[in-house]
């Protein structure tokens, strides 16, 4: 009993994570709007890491690879903002999660 009341509850949340919150078609697993809502959290306490790491960093090569790290990190969320605003439905990129600044 306690094991069908479980999966109710379960399909009950798939159905309104897919519908969206208005119940609408809504930015359901596989549209940017999704990802880029998944994305934004991670991406944010990345670049705060980062930078309490710059803080305590004395080595300038270290200290320039996490300025130019942050900024490239930074960069990125305007544009997943804008996609959760926007509730974009359109395919997504097939995962979550953000863009790594190259290796030098």
Do not use: C, H
Not at 4 to 23: C, K, N, P, Y
Not at 29 to 48: C, K, M, N, V, Y
Not at 51 to 72: G, N, P, Q, W
């Amino acid at each position: 009993m306690i094991w069908g009341l479980i999966g109710a509850v379960i399909g009950l949340i798939v159905v309104f994570v897919m519908r969206g919150s208005r119940g609408g078609r809504g930015m359901g697993p596989g549209t940017r709007g999704w990802e880029a809502q998944l994305t934004l959290d991670p991406l944010r306490q990345t670049i705060a890491a980062r930078k309490a790491e710059l803080r305590m960093v004395t080595d300038e090569k270290r200290r320039d690879r996490l300025s130019r790290e942050i900024a490239f990190l930074e960069q990125q969320v305007p544009a997943l903002e804008a996609l959760v605003a926007a509730k974009d439905t359109s395919p997504g990129r097939g995962y979550i999660g953000f863009d790594n600044l190259p290796a030098d």
